[in-house]
Each structure stands twice: as structure tokens, then as C-alpha cells.
């Protein structure tokens, strides 16, 4: 069994920034890939950003030039360095690995909320 625990939401004003982390525990099989998606109320989710085993990261449009991935391998975590946010970016963020034999494994999501 794989869990995620995440942590760092809460409460912003516009302008500010926040981190998130997250660790994985459990049974993993080689982590193929970790990141972050989010989901705002009445919306879809969508990727925030990835980074798999090898490097290579991906951010959504939506952020960036202002959010930041990063891995500790050996660690099993993944950290979210989101600043300059906006109102817009008021979600539930969701942590989640995808190791190498296709086992995709969420957290139960920390929430941001960006306000003044």
C-alpha cells in the first residue's frame, strides 16, 4: 500500500508564496514520475507540474514562470515552490507518483486559497 501525505496549503494573499510538499510511504515500485495537479471548484482537474525519475519537468500553462518543482529521490518527495500567486490559483492541490509499472497513487489534496 502507497501512501501520500502532503502538506503547506492554506492561506495566501495575492503576491505571496507558499510550498508544498509531499512524501511518499508504502510499496512503491520505481517512481517513473511525481508532481502536482489541482482542482478548482466546478473545474476540471489540471496539471500543475511534473518531474520524473530522470529530470525532466512540466508545468501547466497556467503557471509558469512562477512555480517551481523539485524531487528528493532518495527521499521519495516532491516540493511545490509556488510564488507570485494570484486569486486564480485557489485550488485543491493534489499530489501524485506514477511509478514504473503504470500504479498512479494520489494524496488527499491540500488546499490553497489565495486571497486578500
Known amino acids: 500500500q502507497v501512501q501520500l501525505v502532503e502538506s503547506g496549503g492554506g492561506l495566501v494573499q495575492p503576491g505571496g508564496s507558499l510550498t508544498l510538499s509531499c512524501a511518499a510511504s508504502g510499496s512503491i515500485f520505481s517512481i517513473l514520475a511525481m508532481g502536482w495537479y489541482r482542482q478548482a471548484p466546478g473545474k476540471q482537474r489540471e496539471l500543475v507540474a511534473t518531474?520524473?525519475?530522470?529530470?525532466?519537468?512540466n508545468y501547466g500553462d497556467s503557471v509558469k514562470g512562477r512555480f517551481t518543482i523539485s524531487k528528493d529521490g532518495a527521499k521519495n518527495t516532491v516540493t511545490l515552490q509556488m510564488n507570485s500567486l494570484k486569486p486564480e490559483d485557489t485550488a485543491i492541490y493534489f499530489c501524485y507518483i506514477l511509478d514504473k509499472i503504470g500504479g498512479v497513487y494520489w494524496g488527499q489534496g491540500t488546499q490553497v486559497t489565495v486571497s486578500s
Open positions: 518531474i520524473t525519475s530522470g529530470g525532466s519537468i
